[in-house]
């Protein structure tokens, strides 16, 4: 990763035996066992059969650093920690496990490996992830010390070298050798096998992002003396070398004797501190390597060891990554980082990154599809370009949906909610989702998974209701939850034609005793295993004990319901048209059958109403203001929890509610009231500076906010003169992204009135190139040039000068080589009422006498 930032649980914990199965319950294909190799095509393959590789999965922490310290301080055992995470990990398909290991708390500072307890937890983490059958790759050296978010504590060599240092200090070089003999030789303290002999740690990336320049030949001679160090135990498994992180000198490493090259992939940054929104599929759309038709490179095999749809919760982008990591000639791909079960509630784990089976759904869901993609398409295959390549294969992405999914003769998965029809529902083995589909209808926001052990007997797991409520990638704490667990009688309805539709429902688990028959494919369920059969069928060959698919029937791990009480998310509009109704819909968590939600709404310093909200789904309420209410002004109102004759008001949670002569709290929703043809704010410098990006594009660009002449709060665009020796910038340098299709929702009577924008800025140097550009829901762009003088003024653009242009992809990408900029094949008119990304970009300017600036007050439709 570029940047380093950073209960008690209801669950079985099991025994690992492996029994034989029924042959009813066989598992599907696994993988190839044994040793892999590198042919002269640069190929990984399994030395077994001589198959191609395809692996993909996570990067997983807990035995070192922040997670170690974290899962500690929740007072559950680290080892219990790592059963249950590596659990779900089988259940969302993993079949790839890589880490960064923590040198600096396993060696001295000379690299003499330590037998300590973290690793002895790498140890027991190795075991459990060989029992379920996922493949391994370990970077041992991490170069890093173990503090973030925290103080350092580490002891080994990385405490007292650098990342330069690594590489040009004898000492450092000779420590990483000492340390890298001691690794593989290391005897795994459960499996009582080597590292270098263990046939599931199939490979070894020396080490992780390490940092280089020029000259060149220091690297590759470093470089091979690290794989020296590592055949010289006797290893013969291939080694695997970063070379995106250092692109200016990325032919030493070509240069260099490895058998592999690494790289990563960030396509929008990291660390935004709140949730990106919009449309970024275009910016996962391809991974072009520049060198990517050099002999050096295309005789080497390919690894993505991280790779993450930073501060993005949507789950789409996962599945796009995988088809490009296939398209550029990838082997193994691994997410950056799937977090521990004991503190994914709060986020802590890299507060950037959030994936967690049980806390994130739909995205970990988007995980098993994205193996199935990475294991399906094709090394090389090629594809068109965004949107063309939205359905591929067995395989649809939908941003508009929200919505990945697979649908294949025999398995069927989905992200949300889908009409979609299953291909062969017939023939259906496996299905898993979030939501409702044509076989599967449920009410519940948790993850679900069937899977046929024999004709009409299948096993279905539901885990517990996850409730988002709070923007997971703001500013983390442990005593700040993001994501609420509740345990909940949730229905559901299957549709599979083996069951029928009077099947019978037995709990699997420890603990479950539930025991139903269905009416009409109906039952109610709690989180748990449960063992389905139809009608007259016999189930006697399925119990608890039995294995299936690296799992035993009755294993079952999840979250205990979180100790929180009702909770509130919601998010005013920014504004509402006076005459019309307004709709109003928060999250809110619970609410137990006999309780009542009710909105008051009150016109500052008008009328008050009491409104009832109805559910409309699964801890969605709503509500409909009337128009009479909302005449010019201001709405405010509350969201009141009625439990019998106790009250609850949000927000704030507080006792009582707002028509109590003693409700004493001043907290309320608020949203102003304004005449159709008020200019819309699209962006205000004043109120919006946690919810945008404005970061540099090039190097010496950045942003700043500062005060105008009336006291007014603007959004100021830097740009700096090069530093000696840098090559003066090109292209876009610096620039402002806003999402805004909240508010345009909220002003959908006023779209036909809105003819201009109006940007209320100015420039330090004359004639800055810059321009104003709207994307829409498809990720198209239309742009329009925008002219600034030295003096803050209204400039006023019609909407008819917005052209089709590229969509600028910023936050930046990293890996840098990447895309920057991205055009669809076709450009339909602009329709206002898709548009939903404000991006004001500034070219690359010539600064000579200090640095030059933007500085932008407002953005508006008029």
Not at 310 to 328: G, H, K, L, N, T
Not at 354 to 363: D, E, G, I, R
Not at 532 to 556: C, M, P, R, V
């Amino acid at each position: 990763m570029r940047f380093r930032f950073a209960f008690l649980l209801i669950a079985t914990l099991f025994s690992h035996s492996i029994v034989p199965l029924p042959a009813a319950a066989q598992a599907d294909a696994k993988l190839p066992s044994g040793d892999v190799f590198v042919d002269k095509q640069g190929v990984l393959r399994w030395q077994k059969g001589k198959q191609e590789v395809a692996l993909f999965g996570v990067n997983y922490t807990t035995p070192f650093a922040y997670s170690y310290r974290a899962v500690q301080k929740m007072g559950v055992p680290h080892e219990q920690a790592i059963a249950q995470d590596v659990y779900h990990l089988s259940r969302m398909g993993v079949d790839a496990f890589r880490v960064h290991v923590w040198d600096v708390e396993i060696t001295d500072t000379t690299g003499n490996l330590q037998d300590n307890e973290h690793l002895r937890l790498l140890d027991y983490l190795v075991n459990q992830l060989k029992q379920r059958s996922i493949k391994i790759i370990l970077t041992p050296i991490a170069y890093w010390n173990n503090g973030y978010p925290e103080k350092d504590t580490g002891t080994g060599f990385s405490s007292i070298f650098s990342k330069t240092q690594a590489y040009t200090n004898p000492r450092a070089i000779a420590a990483q050798e000492r340390y890298l003999t001691q690794f593989l030789n290391h005897r795994n303290a459960y499996t009582k096998l080597l590292n270098r002999e263990d046939p599931d740690i199939i490979a070894f990336e020396v080490c992780n992002e390490p940092r280089y320049n020029k000259p060149e030949p220091p690297i590759t001679s470093f470089a091979n003396r690290m794989v020296a160090a590592i055949r010289a135990t006797g290893c013969r498994k291939p080694v695997f070398y970063n070379v995106s992180e250092n692109p200016d000198v990325y032919e030493a490493i070509l240069n260099a004797k490895v058998d592999g090259l690494t790289y990563q992939w960030y396509p929008q940054g990291l660390v935004g501190n709140h949730s990106l929104r919009g449309n970024f599929l275009p910016y996962v759309d391809q991974y072009p390597i520049p060198y990517r038709t050099d002999k050096r490179f295309t005789s080497r095999a390919k690894m993505v060891y991280e790779f993450e749809s930073a501060d993005i919760i949507q789950p789409v982008m996962y599945p796009f990554m995988a088809r490009s990591f296939r398209e550029a000639g990838f082997q193994w791909a691994t997410q950056f980082a799937y977090d521990p079960l004991p503190i994914a509630h709060v986020n802590t784990e890299y507060q950037t990154h959030y994936l967690n089976l049980a806390y994130t759904p739909a995205k970990a869901i988007s995980t098993l599809i994205a193996g199935k993609v990475f294991r399906t398409v094709k090394r090389g295959q090629q594809f068109p370009r965004y949107p063309q390549d939205s359905v591929f294969g067995a395989f649809r992405v939908s941003y508009r949906q929200q919505l990945s999914e697979m649908n294949t003769a025999d398995e069927f998965y989905y992200t949300a909610n889908t009409s979609t029809t299953p291909k062969q529902a017939g023939k259906l083995r496996h299905v898993a989702g979030v939501g409702s589909s044509k076989v599967v209808t449920y009410g519940g926001t948790g993850a679900y998974f069937l899977d046929r052990l024999a004709p009409g007997v299948w096993r279905l797991e539901v885990l517990p209701d996850a409730v988002a409520i709070r923007d997971p990638f703001e500013k983390a704490s442990l005593s700040k939850p993001v994501t609420q667990i509740l345990w909940n009688e949730q229905p559901l309805q299957v549709s599979l034609p083996d069951l029928g539709r009077t099947f019978s429902l037995k709990g699997l688990n420890e603990g479950n005793t539930a025991q139903a028959t269905a009416a009409d494919g109906r039952a109610t369920v709690r989180p748990g295993v449960y063992l389905l059969a139809a009608a007259g069928k016999s189930t006697t060959a399925f119990t608890a004990q039995t294995t299936y698919n690296h799992i035993k029937l009755g294993e079952f791990v999840a979250p205990a319901p979180s100790q929180l009480g009702p909770q509130v998310r919601h998010t005013p509009a920014v504004q509402t048209t006076a005459g019309q109704p307004l709709r109003v819909s928060a999250t809110l968590t619970g609410v137990a059958p006999g309780d009542s939600v009710f909105l008051v709404a009150q016109h500052y310093y008008g009328r008050t109403r009491t409104l009832p909200m109805s559910t409309a789904r699964y801890a969605t309420v709503e509500a409909t203001v009337p128009a009479d209410l909302l005449y010019p002004g201001e709405l405010r109102y509350w969201i009141v929890l009625r439990k019998g004759t106790q009250a609850t008001t949000f927000p704030g949670g507080f006792a009582g509610q707002p028509r109590d002569w003693d409700y004493a709290h001043a907290e309320h929703y608020a949203v102003p009231i304004v005449a159709a043809g008020t200019p819309l704010p699209l962006f205000q410098a004043s109120r919006d500076q946690e919810q945008i990006e404005a970061r540099g594009v090039s190097q010496n660009s950045w942003s700043d906010y500062v005060t105008t002449g009336t006291g007014a709060l603007a959004l100021r665009l830097v740009q700096g003169p090069p530093r000696e020796g840098q090559p003066a910038a090109t292209g876009p340098a610096s620039s402002l992204r806003a999402y805004f299709g909240d508010r345009l929702a909220s002003r959908a009577s006023d779209l036909a009135g809105f003819t201009e924008v109006v940007v209320r800025a100015r420039a330090a140097q004359p004639g800055a190139a810059l321009k104003v550009t709207l994307a829409t829901k498809d990720a198209v762009a239309y742009a329009a040039p925008l002219a600034l003088t030295a003096e803050m003024q209204d400039v006023r653009i019609p909407l008819s000068a917005f052209q089709p242009e590229a969509l600028l992809l910023v936050p930046r990408p990293y890996p840098g080589f990447l895309p920057l900029l991205f055009k669809p094949a076709t450009t339909p008119s602009l329709k206002l009422a898709d548009a939903e990304v404000l991006q004001v970009v500034w070219d690359a300017a010539t600064p000579t006498n200090g640095p030059l600036s933007v500085d932008i007050e407002s953005v508006l439709l008029r």
